[in-house]
């Protein structure tokens, strides 16, 4: 049983605009969340992270929000560029430190 | 600056022969992980040392072992390989004390034939 959902496989964004996205969690133990970049043919990349106790941390073009009631956070890129083409993985922790649990990816494409 | 690297970065096994992938990190990090990438499935973890000395199953352990050398290596051992290992393997590692997660290694790409 997946703890860390991500449900869309993929997003196409044009350049410019808004990308959203999401990731659904059902382990209510989990305090902690992290957002990963991963281009092809390198490892993942930690983007940002947010702690149970926010609704919102922003770093730069890069936002994650987070609803503990309904077990859900969203990364907002804005504005998107082209150089964020990637898979984006959603992963959590339930406390800081251990092993972190990832969903399965959405592959980001940002068209110029 | 290195930080985590692995070896080797490709590999070709026919079933039933055993390999161990290397990792290493240069960063004073506590704790290290063992996770496969497969298309659809994301990152699962295979194992991880919480610390020197101590080693722990992930969420798919069968068919591996692993070693804590020292707090710098962790090593990931297949010891009859399967075609179903074909994977994506990617070591990391962190100092178990905040929360901005893992250095991620460049990832080995194994095929089991």
């Known amino acids: 049983d997946q703890q860390v959902k991500q449900n869309s496989p993929s997003l196409s964004v044009q350049e410019g605009r808004i990308s959203i996205l999401n990731c659904d969690y059902t382990?209510?133990?989990?305090?902690?969340f992290l957002w990963y970049k991963k281009y092809p043919a390198e490892g993942p990349t930690f983007l940002i992270s947010?702690?149970?106790?926010?609704d919102k941390n922003e770093d730069g073009r890069f936002t994650v929000f987070l609803n503990k009631s309904a077990k859900h956070l969203s990364l907002h890129i804005v504005p998107s560029q082209p150089g964020d083409s990637a898979v984006y993985f959603c992963a959590a922790s339930a406390r800081a430190g251990t092993a972190l649990i990832f969903g399965k990816g959405t592959t980001l494409s940002v068209s110029s | 600056n290195a930080g985590v690297t692995q070896t080797p970065k490709f590999q070709v096994l026919k079933t039933g022969q055993s390999m161990t992938l290397q990792c290493a990190q240069d960063m004073n990090h506590n704790s290290m992980y063992w996770y496969r990438q497969d298309p659809g499935m994301g990152l699962r973890l295979i194992y991880y040392s919480a610390s020197e000395g101590t080693t722990d199953k992930g969420e798919v352990p069968n068919g591996y072992n692993v070693s804590r050398l020292n707090k710098r290596e962790f090593s990931l051992r297949l010891e009859s390989a399967a075609p179903s290992q074909t994977s994506v393997y990617f070591c990391?590692?962190?100092?178990?004390?905040?929360?901005?997660?893992?250095?991620f290694g460049s990832g080995t790409r194994l095929t089991v034939v």
């Open positions: 990391a590692s962190s100092t178990g004390l905040e929360v901005r997660g893992y250095t």
């Open positions: 382990n209510s133990m989990f305090d902690y």
């Open positions: 947010i702690s149970s106790i926010k």
